[in-house]
């Protein structure tokens, strides 16, 4: 609806914002105005004859002020309708209008102009009438109800808990929320900015004049809230906040649930009418227990996977291609909206809108809905770890420190030139712990991987001495971070059953994936960067210096149960200079691709879940750019060289649907008895060997040869049980573009005792390989 749209305006309006060129006229604007006209037919009796309507009360000289500059508190106590001695009081403030005339069942009286846009009358009536009021501009007239006529449209409850720091549905509070008030269509407008003198909304639906829409505040909860008539979805608004030394500065709304297209800054009303079809996998969602089940993920950058895809032509190509390789889950690096697009979306603005570079958010609706329906869970990066400067945005965002900490030495972080955020204000703490059940709830998002954590946790993180304080024990600790993320958990998995969280969290903090109520932060899984660093290091050596790095490959197992990790190959590992995944490798082209193939192999084989980043799944030789994506011609059939990047294709599915196959790989993967060495000390040879157990005992036998030549006759002890071993899977086989080096037939344990069991198998190796066997 648009009744509350204004004509253009004879003098020029305040100075538009950035998401909307300085004096133009908005989109639809005449087609709307001329919608919202009210028909002349009919005409309504004037007032009483002989009675010339009186100017109601004049306002002094300092609450003028404070109303028309935007410092006003409570502008419904002197704007709208109230009875007094001698009548009814009605005042409207209407920039740029020539008249105001007020309009309701037998009665039509014009208000008397008090100059600045103000207009009022001492209407004689006893009572309050169910009236609206005729505006009438140099070029046109419309019929709008007064905002100033209406009760607020939020409730005590919802006040309560947002001075509390609860609300844990946060966005059904503030922000813009279309909804019906006392009978009327509109939208509620509420904004926390508790040191503003004053706040107004602006719009294109007044075209960005802020003058005529001032809010009140709610009291002591630092809530402002205006209710408007007639606005509804679509409509581009920002907040005109005075900051408590009087200046003024426009602001995207932080609850903003949509946004403009990036540059464009504004936030828009939007209201989801989005019917999900994924409830057969939402039922079954808190079932699922992710330490027992299989759990591979494909981490995608959205905007660059296929580039210049919408949401949903993405839904009609990713859920295929991701069931299509096997992996269970997708991560998708973050999704809230973000002004720079090389961030790669970790600085973000719009901490409730998903990037409106692809569509809006009933458009990630659907794309979430249809990988649901591919039997695939969706991970989001979440990044609550700090917020940009930008000056539209969250930074002082009333005036003062407000989201981030008073003290510049907690408020700045010094590696990405971005604010921290005040994890000890309840407020704002409040705002991210919601923000986290947001995506869960009303996107069905099914983890979440929490970025930069490690940066929360220490005040000394990247800071020099001098350049921090301790806390109250005198640590380095950021208790308030901790008592965050504790709270951010505990609440995700009370309100979202089967949800996980992820921590991206690279040093020895105690506890990340202990519960909170054993004294841990909660967090579901951790990324093992420490494995990820090592084994990176390992394959990049040449083959005949790695027996110097042999521990690298073996020192994760020292620490593998003290968390619940994932092993993370990700985009940070694959830019800036650091090379693609096969690029790292020595070697000729072959013997990189070898590599490549039998890292992948020893990660799906090793205790852990399997995160890789999109373009290493087919041996992409250049790092990722989000300016163009993953080198998908790399797999055309016109090129020479296809074959090679298919066949490490072909390999990830199939390791994959192994992996899935196997329970000895995933069922106890968070306890020790779920895996034995078999050969940790062969440095010499370049070999690895380890047993996988599942819940009923029965074993996988996993073994890596790192060097380029072909090993045989090599005997690995094996448990006692098994008539036979079958080759299950082997990282050399010639679809995978290996030299087809296999044990076609089941092997038969040998009565010689080797490694420490009773029986053995004799082996041929191939090179840099790594083969899987079960019985």
Known sequence: MSAARQPSPPSPPAPAPAATAAGAVPAGAPAERKAARTPRARKEPAARPGKEVRPAPALGAEERARLLEGRHHDPHAVLGARTLRGGVAIRALRPHARSVTVVAKGLRTPLHDDGDGLFSGLLPLREVPDYRLLVTYD???????????????????????????????????????????????????????????????????????????????????????????????????????????????????????????????????????????????????????????????????????????????????????????????????????????????????????????????????????????????????????????????????????????????????????????????????????????????????????????????????????????????????????????????ATVYRRCPGVVTIAEESTAWDGVTRPTDGG??????????????????????????????????????????????????????????????????????????????????????????????MGQEFAQGAEWSEAHGPDWWLLDPSYSAAGDHRGVRTLVGDLNREYRAAPALWERDSVPDGFAWVEADAAEDNVFAFLRYAADGSPLLAVSNFSPVVRHGYRLGVPDGPRAWREVLNTDHERYGGSGIRHGRPLRPEPEPAHGRPASLRLTLPPLATLWFRP
């Not at 109800?145 to 609300?167: C, M, N, Q, T, V």
């Not at 579901?524 to 040449?542: A, F, I, P, Q, S």
């Not at 073996?554 to 694959?574: K, R």
């Open 520 to 613: 841990g932060l909660g967090f579901g899984l951790k990324w093992n960067m420490g494995w990820m660093h090592d084994t990176l290091r390992y394959v990049g050596k040449e083959p005949v210096h790695r027996k110097y790095h042999h521990h690298d490959m073996t020192f994760g197992m020292v620490y593998a149960y003290s968390e619940n990790y994932v092993l993370p190959i990700s985009h940070d590992e694959v830019v800036h200079g650091k090379r693609a995944l096969v690029s790292k490798a020595p070697g000729d082209w072959w013997q990189q691709r070898a590599t490549h193939r039998a890292y992948l192999g020893f990660m799906w084989a090793h205790p852990g879940k399997q995160l890789l980043f």
């Open 139 to 489: 070029r046109d007239e419309i019929e709008v109800h007064d905002p100033y006529r209406f009760l607020p449209a939020l409730g005590d409850l919802d006040l309560h808990l947002i001075g509390e720091g609860r609300h844990e549905e946060l966005w059904t509070a503030l922000g813009a929320r279309p909804m019906e008030h006392q009978g009327v269509a509109g939208t509620r407008f509420t904004v926390w900015a508790p040191n503003a003198q004053g706040v107004r909304v602006a719009g294109d639906f007044s075209y960005w004049d802020p003058v005529g829409q001032p809010m009140r505040s709610l009291g002591a909860s630092g809530v402002w809230e205006l209710f408007l008539p007639g606005v509804g979805d679509g409509a581009l608004y920002k907040f005109d906040i005075a900051r408590p030394d009087g200046s003024h500065t426009l602001r995207a709304d932080p609850m903003a649930r949509r946004t403009e297209v990036p540059p464009a800054t504004a936030s828009v009303v939007t209201e989801s009418r989005y019917e999900w079809q994924d409830a057969e996998w939402m039922a079954a969602r808190g079932g699922r227990q992710p330490h027992q089940s299989p759990f591979s993920v494909y981490e995608v950058h959205l905007a660059s996977w296929r580039p210049g895809l919408s949401y949903r032509q993405l839904a009609e190509q990713l859920p295929a291609y991701v069931r299509e390789l096997g992996f269970t889950h997708v991560e998708l690096m973050p999704v809230a909206e973000h002004p720079f697009g090389g961030s790669w979306g970790y600085q973000v603005t719009g901490f409730y809108a998903p990037t409106s570079r692809m569509g809006g958010p009933d458009d990630f609706r659907f794309l979430v809905d249809s990988l649901h329906r591919a039997g695939i869970g969706v991970i989001v990066d979440w990044v609550p770890a700090h917020f940009p400067r930008d000056d539209w945005a969250l930074a002082e965002f009333d005036g003062r420190p407000l989201y981030e900490h008073s003290d510049p030495r907690r408020a700045a972080h010094p590696d990405w030139g971005t604010l921290e955020f005040d994890y000890g204000r309840r407020e704002v703490r409040n705002f991210l712990v919601a923000n986290a059940v947001y995506w869960c709830q009303e996107f069905h998002v099914d983890g979440l991987r929490v970025d930069a954590v490690a940066s929360m946790l220490y005040l000394d993180y990247s800071r020099n001495d001098g350049e921090w304080a301790p806390n109250e024990h005198g640590g380095r600790e950021n208790l308030d971070a901790v008592a965050f993320l504790q709270e951010m958990n």
